[in-house]
């Protein structure tokens, strides 16, 4: 039973429910549980350990873990950029990288991750990814750190119209007008 896809689907539901309830070090020996149970070369199995691997990266870095965190996302990286039609979950996955580096202050590695990200998402051109908003709130910080100021305002807003076209006027949402507001 605990290796049954449905376990595995609710362990993984259960750790990012922690992560996102501020319960990172719960969230983390889920993750962990759930990359000791995948097996197999499947393009599926990948596709989960990969996104299990980001989401630790995610639980790491909330707990200030950062070198955990950058090694999560560039294993999850390697994976998914080996399976076909991945292009969204590539951005993501160089949008977490690109997070990372600014966090810790190494600007120029940041944007040249997410000049790859938003690579990416251009080339995704009539498909809209709710992640892209993540991606442009990185770039409006980054562009805040250089002193771009209408260029972070510009990306917040952006973040902002794509945020509340996929999800409304939520704590997100929220969240990118207080940035703004700051800028």
């Not at 560039?74 to 997070?99: H, K, V």
Request: proline letters at 2%; a negative charge.
């Amino acid at each position: 039973l605990t290796d049954s896809k449905p376990y595995l689907t609710a362990l993984m539901n259960r750790a990012g429910t922690l992560r996102l309830a501020g319960r990172a070090e719960e969230a983390v020996s889920d993750f962990q549980h759930v990359l000791t149970l995948l097996n197999g070369p499947s393009d599926e199995t990948r596709y989960i350990r990969a996104s299990t691997l980001n989401n630790l990266g995610l639980a790491y870095q909330s707990l200030g873990r950062l070198a955990e965190a950058e090694d999560c996302a560039e294993q999850a990286l390697e994976i998914i950029q080996t399976l076909p039609y991945m292009e969204a979950e590539i951005a993501s996955s160089g949008n977490n990288l690109a997070a990372l580096c600014l966090r810790q202050n190494r600007l120029e590695e940041a944007e040249g991750w997410l000049e790859k990200t938003m690579g990416y998402y251009q080339s995704l051109a009539g498909q809209q990814d709710p992640h892209r908003s993540s991606a442009l709130t990185t770039l409006a910080a980054l562009r805040c750190r250089q002193d771009r100021l209408e260029e972070a305002l510009d990306s917040y807003e952006r973040a902002a119209a794509i945020t509340e076209r996929f999800a409304g006027r939520n704590r997100n949402y929220a969240s990118i007008l207080h940035s703004m507001a700051l800028v």
